[in-house]
């Protein structure tokens, strides 16, 4: 399957049938993702009307929108009016809720079609993919890795090339973790850019919406369609439009202020994952860009992201502990009463959150731009939550402190897009993270798209 962008303007052009192509996708999802499971469900009778209409409008002349026909994805969490919402737990496995998060109905209303939704842990507190109730998602590079999480099944969906776009939610991470693990692109908007109400509570100050694709020009395009205030999210933020399709297409890093650091000064980095990101930035530097070796000073940052994400996880399902604790998987039940535990300590945490955060509002006067890896592992084994050990340094079980590329972003509240820089010895694919300053998500995907056009293409993973 093409990508979305080449997809939106044959279906403008008359020259692809959109309820052609929602047929052949819904086809090849049921007939691909088989041991992947990255789907909690096909919406094909939805999907095949949207079809119509758009090529209705399409016929009539009418505008299709920029999305036309496009087929999408939707992550398990996200509300669809009328599709199972799970979120991953025996507790909603009935729920189907009565209205659109913003997010989708914008995406209708920009022409795509949405053919199903797509797997996450329970409640999203894990960065693999695996729950209760659809069971193990697995990644197509190699079925006995995880595709990471909480997005895992629009990651792997995409890396199976079930669908050209997907929509997934990020607040430690869940967007980026996946693109980095299937080989895919992911981007996490700035706080307050993308609504995302109406739907689960979750970390509302962490927690975003954002697409997933194979393409970063097919990030912009869809950015172009969902970015912007709503009413009904008054955690959005009236700013001017950016144009992010110019941006991707432009791609352009003349003149841009680029720094480059390899593990933050503090993050475990596998030995493969630092030789693929070195081998990237001296590309990029004969490319053209100018790179400085330069990062914040706030070292670590995993303790701080649990003190903000463990209250607000609690305060938003602690419910689930009353009156469905039975339902729970037990870790998700430890960790929300972690929470319970941490919230005396909330507002404490969020003081050091605000001095953190001032420490990148500084960098990023200096900087317009840091690159770093997005993963500092590769995919590990299904089966298991978190990785025993990074080169030397010991995981810690309970907590993601494997994530640590990824959770400045979410503390700052700053976009950050993940593209796919190479291959491990293992043949798994690495990721390369592009972050900048709070809405200046057309400059981020700018840059990730430059980078994308430098960097040796990817090729589709042979599923085993």
């Known amino acids: 399957m093409t990508d979305a962008t080449a997809i939106a303007g044959a279906v403008r052009a008359c020259e692809l049938s959109p309820v052609a192509l929602a047929e052949e996708t819904i086809a090849g999802i049921r007939a691909g993702d088989g041991e992947i499971n990255s789907f909690t469900c096909v919406l094909e009778e939805e999907a095949l009307e949207a079809a119509r209409a758009v090529e209705a409008r399409v016929a009539a002349g009418d505008d299709p929108g920029p999305l036309a026909g496009v087929p999408v994805s939707i992550k398990d969490v996200i509300w669809v009016a009328g599709a199972p919402a799970t979120n991953g737990s025996l507790a909603y496995r009935d729920f189907h809720p009565a209205e659109d998060t913003v997010i989708v109905r914008r995406l209708r209303e920009a022409g795509a079609v949405i053919v199903g939704k797509t797997t996450n842990p329970e409640l999203c507190f894990a960065g693999v993919t695996t729950n209760p109730v659809h ?10 890795r995880t595709p990471g999480g909480s997005s895992g099944g629009a990651g792997a969906s995409l890396a199976a090339g079930l669908t050209p776009l997907a929509i997934g939610s990020d607040g430690g991470g869940s967007i980026r973790i996946p693109a980095a693990f299937c080989g895919v692109a992911g981007h996490k908007p700035t706080l307050g850019l993308v609504p995302g109400t109406p739907g689960f509570r979750g970390w509302p100050s962490l927690s975003v919406k954002g697409p997933m694709a194979r393409t970063v020009r097919d990030l912009g395009l869809c950015m172009s369609a969902v970015a912007g205030p709503d009413v009904a999210d008054p955690a959005t933020e009236r700013r001017p439009p950016q ?16 720094a480059v650091s390899a593990d933050l000064g503090c993050a475990p980095l596998e030995p493969g994952v630092r030789a693929c990101f070195e081998s990237s930035v001296e590309t990029l530097a004969a490319a053209g860009w100018q790179l400085d070796e330069a990062h914040p000073s706030t070292g670590e940052s995993t303790a701080l992201w649990n003190a903000i994400a463990a209250p607000e996880g ?12 039975a339902e729970l998987e037990p870790r998700t039940a430890e960790i929300l009463r972690a ?4 919230a005396a300590d909330y507002l404490d945490a969020l003081d050091e959150r605000a001095a953190f955060t001032s420490v990148w509002l500084e960098f990023f006067e200096r900087y317009d731009l840091l690159l770093t890896p997005a993963m500092g592992l590769t995919a590990f084994e299904v089966g298991i939550y978190s990785p025993t050990h990074i080169g030397d340094y010991e995981v810690n079980p309970f907590w993601d402190d494997w994530c640590s590329f990824c959770l400045p972003a979410n503390l700052t509240g700053m976009p950050a897009t993940s593209i796919p820089c190479g291959l491990d010895d293992a043949g798994l694919p690495v990721g390369l993270q592009l972050m900048g300053r709070r809405f200046d998500d057309a400059l981020v995907l700018g840059a990730a798209a430059a980078a994308e056009a430098a960097l040796p293409a990817m090729t589709s993973p042979a599923v085993a």
């Open 135 to 144: 069971g193990l998602t697995r990644n197509p590079w190699n079925l006995e």
């Open 243 to 258: 144009d992010f399709l110019a941006a991707v297409s432009r791609a352009d890093v003349s003149g841009l202020r680029v």
């Open 314 to 325: 609690f305060a938003s399902h602690r419910r689930l502990l009353a009156e469905h604790e």
């Open 339 to 342: 929470g319970e535990a941490a």
